[in-house]
């Protein structure tokens, strides 16, 4: 089924993503990017930094990724996203969303 050249399947990521890039651009990155760790040079060598040493925009960052899972959270409802739970940031709910909506890269070929 199609909508103005649009499959179903095609259309929810068009509309998610439409959606997440008006409520703030830098959450669409966190899904696009991938969650943002913020990292100390121990020696260095890059390590996750203690929570207890965030700065705040350390936190902020963080938390676009929480947003953005919690955009898709809501979309799927509860439900749904209990199939899900193994889903610890927003791009890896996308991705499997992805894959379920339109198939792994070796379906599309």
């Not at 100390?40 to 990724?65: E, F, L, R, Y």
Request: charged share 25%.
């Amino acid at each position: 089924m199609s909508l103005r050249g649009l499959t179903i399947e095609l259309l929810w990521k068009e509309c998610m993503s439409v959606h997440i890039q008006l409520v703030d651009m830098n959450v669409w990155d966190a899904i696009v990017n991938r969650r943002f760790e913020p990292q100390v040079d121990v020696d260095g060598v890059m390590q996750n930094k203690p929570k207890a040493d965030w700065s705040n925009d350390d936190k902020k960052t963080v938390q676009h990724d929480l947003r953005a899972r919690n955009i898709l959270i809501s979309a799927l409802g509860v439900n749904k996203y209990q199939s899900f739970p193994h889903c610890k940031t927003a791009k890896v709910l996308w991705d499997v969303l992805e894959c379920l909506h339109e198939g792994t890269k070796s379906v599309k070929q």
